[in-house]
């Protein structure tokens, strides 16, 4: 059995090979590490392989881990469905959160980061295969969204984030990450600011490449490093 330190060194190589092979920077990529139901002494050997970011879906199973782990030398990600009432919570705990897919939780994120005087790195979450199941905002609506999320002071827009619907063969997930990448670029034409929209964050085990292909910043990935979840 490959130790999760043998995964992350591979899967680093995947990604700088993806990159270099569509003629991108590897740098501009940050692999998330995807921690979710795993254990502390198996993210331990994540970080100790090189992993600097970690992502967590549960608010309550990562403020124990972030609690135990800490957050100086990682930087830890939401990309769960976030409650509106957990809001305070998620402020408190990541440096980013991937999941905002309605203003009324963009407005409670931003009052709990106006308390703590926070500006809140955030992303859009798109549902973009229009899929009931899933969280995030319908594509007609995400202008909206980001005009009004762009008015509130305490929240900082970084980019997009999509889960597509799930196939077997990643190239068919291709599409949809051309079409978040093509939003992303409408966004930041409209708004204009340098530092905002900037990052797609795009790309799971199974399909990391083709989202890295299409422009992702941030890939996160969780079984191809730390294995399968019960
Ligand atoms: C679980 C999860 C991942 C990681 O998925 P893997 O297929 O295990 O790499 C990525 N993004 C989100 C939002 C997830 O919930």
Same mark, same amino acid.
């Given at each position: 059995?490959?130790?999760?330190?043998?995964?992350?060194?591979?899967?680093?190589?995947?990604?700088?090979?993806?990159?270099?092979?569509?003629?991108?920077?590897?740098?501009?990529?940050?692999?998330?590490?995807?921690?979710?139901?795993? /254990? *502390?002494?198996?993210?331990? &050997?994540?970080?100790?392989?090189? @992993? #600097?970011?970690?992502?967590?879906?549960? =608010?309550?199973?990562?403020?124990?881990?972030?609690?135990?782990?800490?957050?100086?030398?990682?930087?830890?990600?939401?990309?769960?469905?976030?409650?509106?009432?957990?809001?305070?919570?998620?402020?408190?705990?990541?440096?980013y959160?991937?999941?905002?897919?309605r203003?009324?939780l963009?407005?409670?994120?931003?009052?709990?980061?106006?308390?703590?005087?926070?500006?809140?790195?955030?992303?859009? /979450? *798109?549902?973009?295969?229009n &899929?009931?199941?899933?969280?995030g @905002? #319908?594509?007609?609506d995400?202008?909206? =969204?980001?005009?009004?999320?762009?008015?509130?002071?305490?929240?900082?827009?970084?980019?997009?984030?999509?889960?597509?619907?799930?196939?077997?063969?990643?190239?068919?997930?291709?599409?949809?990450?051309?079409?978040?990448a093509?939003?992303r670029?409408?966004?930041?034409?409209?708004?204009?600011?340098a530092e905002?929209?900037?990052h797609?964050?795009?790309?799971?085990?199974?399909?990391?490449k083709?989202?890295i292909?299409e422009?992702?910043?941030?890939?996160?990935?969780?079984?191809?490093?730390?294995?399968?979840?019960?």
């Open positions: 059995m490959p130790s999760v330190k043998d995964n992350f060194n591979a899967v680093m190589k995947q990604v700088r090979d993806a990159a270099v092979s569509c003629g991108r920077n590897p740098d501009e990529i940050t692999l998330i590490a995807v921690s979710k139901k795993k /254990q *502390i002494p198996v993210i331990m &050997e994540g970080i100790n392989a090189g @992993a #600097a970011h970690l992502g967590e879906n549960y =608010l309550q199973e990562a403020v124990k881990k972030i609690d135990a782990i800490g957050n100086t030398k990682i930087c830890w990600h939401f990309i769960g469905h976030l409650q509106t009432k957990k809001a305070r919570s998620a402020v408190k705990y990541f440096e959160i991937h999941t905002v897919d203003i009324k963009a407005k409670e994120i931003n009052k709990h980061a106006a308390k703590i005087n926070k500006v809140q790195k955030i992303l859009l /979450q *798109i549902n973009i295969g &899929e009931e199941t899933k969280s @905002a #319908a594509l007609q995400i202008h909206e =969204l980001a005009d009004q999320v762009m008015q509130l002071d305490n929240l900082s827009l970084e980019g997009l984030m999509c889960i597509p619907p799930y196939n077997p063969d990643p190239e068919l997930t291709r599409p949809y990450f051309r079409q978040l093509q939003i670029e409408e966004l930041a034409e409209k708004f204009k600011t905002i929209m900037k797609l964050s795009m790309g799971m085990s199974n399909d990391f083709i989202a292909e422009g992702a910043t941030m890939i996160r990935v969780g079984t191809s490093i730390f294995g399968k979840r019960e």
